[in-house]
């Protein structure tokens, strides 16, 4: 099946700086990728949706200035988390949808997810 | 509007007997549903999906579900579980434009 690979897979880092995760379709094209953000023992939350060429759409509630979203390539999404606070520690979750596979059927395909521990 | 309940936070079976986790769903188009599976710190494995064709779906590890329309559920079954099975189970629904909505998430834990 099609691969989503995300990087980095664990990251600490002080408080207020920035920290960026990448998200890659591995053997195939995205137009659209989705990042998600989960609490431990809760479900997945939808961020913002990153759609390649264009700007991303925000979720409500989730501030666009915190959570930078870029989408330069049919195979590449990125989330900078920016100034981060200890609240901004959680596990954050990318998917995409294969363009050919997964168009007809609205199944997507998952990173492994990156674990964020803001100190 | 779309929504999807798993009626069960946290299951536990031993092994070797049946699986059931419950999924009911309310959706206003015919809806795709999923069943996916995360092992902790690990991201989601599709584990079966329903896209209007047959009822009951069949998916990987020994996995099935079938669609009732009439009961708008989609439960997840399996006739024998592992100790591997042990993991967090999401029912999914999609909708128009590739968005998904996320059940609570049933956690399954199986004892020897």
């Known amino acids: 099946g099609a691969v989503v690979s995300q990087h980095p897979s664990r990251v600490i880092c002080k408080s207020g700086t920035s920290v960026k995760i990448e998200c890659r379709s591995l053997?195939?094209?995205?137009?659209?990728m989705f990042w998600y953000r989960q609490f431990p023992k809760q479900s997945l939350m939808l961020m913002a949706t990153s759609n390649e060429g264009s700007k991303a759409t925000y979720e409500q509630g989730v501030e666009k200035d915190k959570f930078l979203i870029n989408h330069a390539s049919l195979t590449l999404s990125t989330l900078t988390v920016t100034s981060a606070h200890p609240e901004d520690s959680s596990f954050y979750i990318c998917s995409a949808r294969d363009l050919v596979a997964g168009a007809n059927t609205g199944e997507l395909f998952f990173g492994e997810g990156s674990r964020l521990t803001v100190l | 509007a779309q929504s999807v309940t798993q009626l069960d936070s946290h299951v536990s079976v031993s092994e070797g007997t049946p699986v059931l986790l419950r999924c009911n769903y309310s959706s206003s188009y015919s809806p795709s549903l999923f069943w996916y599976v995360q092992h902790p710190n690990k991201g989601l494995q599709l584990l079966l999906k329903y896209t209007s064709a047959a009822t009951l779906v069949k998916g990987i590890n020994g996995f099935e579900a079938e669609f009732k329309k009439s009961e708008t559920s989609f439960h997840l079954t399996k006739p024998s579980a592992h100790m591997s099975d042990a993991a967090e189970y999401f029912c999914?629904?999609?909708?128009?434009?590739?968005?998904?909505?996320f059940g609570q998430g049933t956690e399954l834990s199986v004892k020897p």
């Open positions: 053997d195939f094209q995205a137009t659209t």
């Open positions: 999914v629904v999609s909708f128009q434009g590739g968005k998904l909505i």
